[in-house]
Every structure is written in C-alpha cells, then in structure tokens.
C-alpha cells in the first residue's frame, strides 16, 4: 500500500463548479500537508501549505487536514477554465530534514 | 527570470550516452533537489542536497550521480543512459524549513 492514495481522475467540470480533490494517507506521523498546481509541460507550484490539522484558505482555494481520518482535501470554488491542470498532494513528518511523499496526482479539467 | 533554470528542456539521446542536465536558481535557497516524473510512479527524488558540501542519494539514485558546484547550481548526470530513464526531470529548490517551493520547468529526456 502506498503511503499517500490520490485518485488520478481525470474529474471533468463545468466552468463556476465547486471541486473536491483528495487524498488519504497512512502514516500518522505526517504533521506538513501540501498541494500542488502542474499545468501542463511545466513544474508543480506550491499551491497551499497546511501544518496539523484545521483548515487554510487563499482566495478561491481551502486546504483541510483530518488526521484523525488521515485524510486532507482541497476545495476550489467558483473553478474556472484556468484552474485545468494537474494537482499533487505531498505531506512530510516533522523536523526540517523529512523527505516530502508525493501523491500521484489528480488531473482537472475545467470546461467553459 | 525564472527562479529555477533547468538546461536543456529537451533531449533526445542514445542508449550509453553520458548526459548532463543542470540546474541553477536565483532563490538564495541552500537546499536543492532532483526529481524524476514519470506517468503511473509520480515524483521521485533521485538526489537531494542541503548546501554545497552535503549531497545525500533520495529513493531512486542508481544511475545517477550529481554535483554541487555552487549555492545556485546542482547538475545530474546519467553516467551511461539506458531506455527506462526516459522520464521528465526537475530540480527544485526548498528553503531551510524543508517545504519545497520552487520547481524547475522540467527537462523532458528521451533515451533510445
């Protein structure tokens, strides 16, 4: 079993959508969840960044963490065309030299 | 200019061949990665360094070595290429808290 699950999709929406993307993990051990937004032939981009549990928002964009499902979601509301692209969730344990586990990520396609 | 420069962004290359791929950044980050993508296996890190005298082997660095030749730049090199690393290649960059932040756009290396 991989550390961190994430559905590959492809999740295809209408433009002003809510989307849920998700992933779950199994180490309890992990304290710093992130995602990241990959558009096509370029590199990820740190999107948000969640230490424990709680929720994090930025503009159109929530982050929540359960730990005690293992579980941790981005929420974009109001989704539009420019929001297509692939997005990766990665978490590390805690101190500063943890090795970050990626998930496999999750394509969106966001149709005008 | 972009905070991570990856050179070349395409290759296409013959089984044996030695290759290097490099990597510079703007960022003032100490910490440098290297990552392979590939479809189905996600982000994997091949090598990692944490300022110019450390560099430590990440999951998957056989076949691969790299050098450290300044803060801003980290190279990889595939001593003799083989066909299964054909794959797209990032470097990345973290700040000392270990969350990374920055990612190249990617070489895209196809090994025949």
């Known amino acids: 079993q991989k550390e961190v699950e994430q559905d590959p999709g492809p999740l295809s929406v209408p433009e002003g959508a809510i989307v849920s993307l998700n992933c779950t993990y199994s180490n309890s051990a992990f304290q710093y969840f992130m995602w990241y937004r990959q558009y096509s032939r370029k590199g990820p981009e740190l999107l948000m960044y969640t230490y424990s549990s709680g929720n994090k928002e930025d503009g159109r964009f929530t982050a929540q963490v359960d730990k005690s499902s293992k579980y941790i979601s981005l929420f974009i509301r109001d989704s539009q065309p420019s929001d297509s692209a692939t997005y990766l969730c990665a978490m590390r344990g805690a101190g500063n030299n943890r090795k970050l586990i990626w998930g496999l990520g999750t394509s969106l396609a966001v149709n005008p | 200019d972009a905070d991570v420069t990856q050179t070349p962004r395409n290759r296409i290359t013959k089984t044996g061949k030695r290759i290097m791929l490099e990597c510079s950044q703007t960022?003032?980050?100490?910490?440098m990665y290297w990552y392979r993508q590939d479809p189905g296996l996600g982000l994997r890190l091949i090598y990692y360094s944490f300022d110019v005298k450390d560099i430590n082997k990440g999951e998957i660095s056989d076949g691969y070595s790299v050098s450290r030749q300044a803060q801003a730049k980290f190279s990889l090199s595939l001593e003799s290429a083989i066909p299964n690393q054909t794959a797209l290649y990032f470097c990345?960059?973290?700040?000392?808290?270990?969350?990374?932040?920055?990612f190249g756009d990617g070489t895209r290396l196809s090994i025949l």
């Open positions: 990345a960059t973290s700040d000392s808290a270990g969350t990374v932040k920055h």
């Open positions: 960022k003032g980050h100490d910490r």
